[in-house]
């Protein structure tokens, strides 16, 4: 028995006691955010429910793979894997961190959800309206590369990323645009985010323009500087440093320098938006890390980026960056390959233990390594050094923290990046872009008393080459974690791999809430029906503002009586099964099933019958969606095709293709279909695909006759 949405119900599932159940708890949907059991779920159709888990169930003799769902009033919901387009992590908003699960038979989820649907209209007509003044504000058209920007692109010592490549021919078509570009690079630490930013500085400089960096410490400034000054090598660029490590004497030369043109790249912090700064040609701006300026320096961020391109990077993008991202009001472009020969952070959650960490720090000591020792409090720093030194005495240790004299900090800087150091004791100052390759332990006191963006900002410290790392994020003995601290810990925890800033970004969300992303009202629209379904609704409305008419994607529901699924022996990773699942499942042609089955192949082997039966339901049910088929169902051997306007003309056409002569009955009675028949042996999937591709091919004579 199956519901009208292609799930099994909870009745349904009383009547297979025979059915193998499989629930694991480690079931994980990779998308945005990762999914665990326990984890709130919202269904596209049905509302906000509670993931238990993946099981299999054996339906009139087939074999298939389902996510549990229970709602509200012990409503269960089976929905098959090839329907994981349907389901996503809830992430919300409701400030008390309630979340009210839906009630299946109710009226509730379809209310929520229209009310989002008028909500999202109204915000539509102000991005619309940003949009269009971003459109109709005249910015400067770059010319295209020239060798010289070839030659300089060529001198980059490593090999590049797909990414990068993609994402610095993305940035560079902006900027040959009238219009000013505002774009986000989204990389994760160590990705390559710089290269890429200093391919497009390259360009600005070599048209003619100035380019401003703007980065939130003075120890990235100086890092940036530094790395500018040996990529442009050989090339006519003068680049010059604005922050508090440079003297009077040289910030007033480097200001003068800025407003005649002779400074071509000037690096700093929010110095550079003081009110005496005057660039002659300002035609780049790229901001590192955005969510690290305050509220006043963003709005004179916004004057100085008026009509100039902008580019702004960042490892985990704030919610409200990230949802204007999303919702196709800035464009983004991604990194999400490591570069060749890293691992990723291993990172380990404990109370503060002295045993384990003087082992940790020991253990990098004996292989030539430096560490990272985080004590976030200035006052006792000293006392801290101090303590290291008697438990370490060989060890060569310094302390960096922000109130340091500019002149010192930058001597100790020095020393750690030439090896010197072999302990640095220093406050969060180490949080953005530091780089040095030969330290790779990290040590964090009170981890619970930071933010998640800022622990996984911090652990990229470490790691960045081709030696294994460590990162321990310790809390005192005996605390009493709060309830975020301890969700934040285990995030940081789950989410080591490369890649990561966007699940953190998103679960970052999800712990604080959506705020004021959108302005309190659209917070609680999006608590009701979860941030991805939002997303999705306003971008739709966005669309339908600026008179983009795409055609409104039906859902087809599949059930045919075939084994379609994929097993424990052929991928065996949970994880890595349920992806695989997600991808199969948003197939819409046949090349996307091309390259599916290229992708199985190529990682797992050739893939059994059930699997291959798998890929082909998830293209007959887009297929069957854009014939205007609604439900594909089977009994026994006869395939039923349900068309949401049904047309005699079609059917008796279709009914004469040699591909299924002799095989169709046409019903009018009740809910009017067409049928197939199939024959013993004959694989179900295969006909249904044949009969889809052949309907699929007449042209209906509804609207047309």
Request: hydrophobic letters at 40%.
């Amino acid at each position: 028995m199956l519901c009208d949405t292609g799930s099994v119900t909870e009745a349904a599932v009383k009547k297979l006691r025979s059915a193998r159940r499989r629930f694991k708890k480690s079931e994980r949907i990779t998308s945005y955010a990762d999914l665990n059991v326990g984890d709130y779920v919202v269904h596209a159709n049905h509302g906000i429910g509670v993931y238990a888990g993946m099981t299999e169930l054996t339906v009139e003799g087939a074999k298939k793979d389902y996510l549990r769902i229970n709602y509200a009033g012990n409503d269960v919901l089976y929905v098959p894997c090839n329907q994981l387009d349907m389901v996503s992590k809830y992430i919300g908003g409701s400030d008390d961190g309630r979340v009210k699960v839906t009630k299946l038979s109710s009226q509730e989820w379809q209310r929520a959800k229209s009310r989002a649907k008028a909500a999202a209209k109204d915000i539509a007509k102000e991005l619309i309206a940003l949009y269009a003044a971003r459109q109709n504000r005249q910015g400067y058209a770059f010319g295209p590369d020239t060798e010289m920007q070839d030659e300089f692109e060529a001198m980059f010592e490593w090999p590049e990323t797909d990414g990068q490549l993609q994402a610095a021919s993305e940035i560079k078509k902006d900027m040959q645009d009238p219009h000013p570009m505002d774009r986000l690079l989204c990389g994760d630490v160590g990705f390559g985010k710089t290269e890429v930013a200093l391919r497009a500085a390259f360009k600005a400089v070599d048209g003619g323009k100035q380019v401003a960096v703007l980065v939130p410490t003075t120890i990235l400034a100086m890092q940036h500087y530094n790395t500018m000054l040996s990529r442009f090598r050989g090339f006519p660029v003068k680049i010059e440093m604005l922050s508090r490590f440079v003297s009077k004497k040289d910030q007033d030369d480097t200001k003068a320098d800025i407003k005649s043109g002779k400074a071509d790249i000037v690096v700093g912090t929010h110095k550079l938006l003081q009110k005496d700064i005057e660039f002659r040609s300002l035609g780049l701006l790229i901001i590192d890390e955005e969510q690290r300026f305050g509220v006043t320096h963003k709005e004179k961020l916004k004057m100085l980026s008026e009509n100039v391109d902008s580019l702004t990077l960042t490892a985990t993008p704030i919610p409200r960056t990230l949802n204007m991202a999303l919702s196709g009001i800035r464009d983004m472009s991604v990194l999400e390959e490591a570069p060749q020969d890293r691992m990723p952070v291993q990172s380990y959650v404990l109370e503060h233990d002295e045993a384990v960490i003087g082992e940790a720090i020991r253990r990098e000591l004996r292989r030539g390594g430096q560490v990272f020792y985080l004590h976030n409090v200035v006052d006792t720093i000293y006392s801290k050094a101090e303590e290291l030194g008697r438990e370490f005495p060989q060890a060569v240790i310094a302390i960096a923290h922000g109130k340091m004299d500019k002149d010192e900090l930058s001597d100790v800087w020095k020393s750690m990046v030439e090896g010197e150091i072999d302990i640095l004791v220093c406050t969060t100052i180490i949080e953005t872009g530091v780089d040095i390759p030969n330290a790779n332990t990290l040590i964090i006191e009170d981890a619970d008393r930071m933010g998640l963006s800022q622990l996984h900002q911090i652990r990229g410290r470490v790691g960045r080459s081709s030696r294994r790392a460590y990162a321990y994020f310790t809390y005192r003995p005996g605390a009493i974690l709060t309830e975020i601290a301890s969700k934040r810990l285990e995030a940081i925890k789950e989410f080591t791999e490369f890649g990561s800033g966007f699940k953190i970004a998103m679960r970052d969300l999800e712990l604080r809430g959506a705020g004021n992303i959108l302005g309190a009202e659209q917070s609680g629209h999006m608590a009701d029906i979860g941030y991805d379904l939002y997303i999705k609704i306003l971008e739709e409305a966005v669309n339908e503002e600026k008179g983009i008419v795409l055609p409104k994607k039906e859902d087809c529901q599949v059930d045919i009586l075939c084994d379609a699924y994929i097993p424990d022996e052929y991928i065996p990773s949970g994880q890595v099964r349920i992806d695989m699942y997600r991808k199969i499942a948003s197939i819409s042609s046949p090349e996307d099933e091309d390259e599916i089955l290229d992708e199985l192949y190529d990682r797992f082997g050739e893939p059994p019958v059930s699997v291959t039966n798998l890929l082909k339901i998830s293209l007959i049910r887009n297929s069957a969606a854009e014939s205007g088929i609604k439900n594909v169902s089977q009994k026994q051997g006869i395939i039923s095709f349900y068309p949401t306007e049904f047309d005699m003309r079609r059917c008796v056409e279709f009914a004469a293709l040699p591909e299924v002569k002799g095989r169709v009955m046409i019903s009018t009675a009740g809910k009017p279909y067409f049928s197939v028949k199939t024959n013993f042996g004959e694989n179900s999937a295969e006909i249904a695909e044949t009969a889809i591709n052949a309907y699929k091919s007449l042209k209906s004579s509804i609207n047309n006759t």
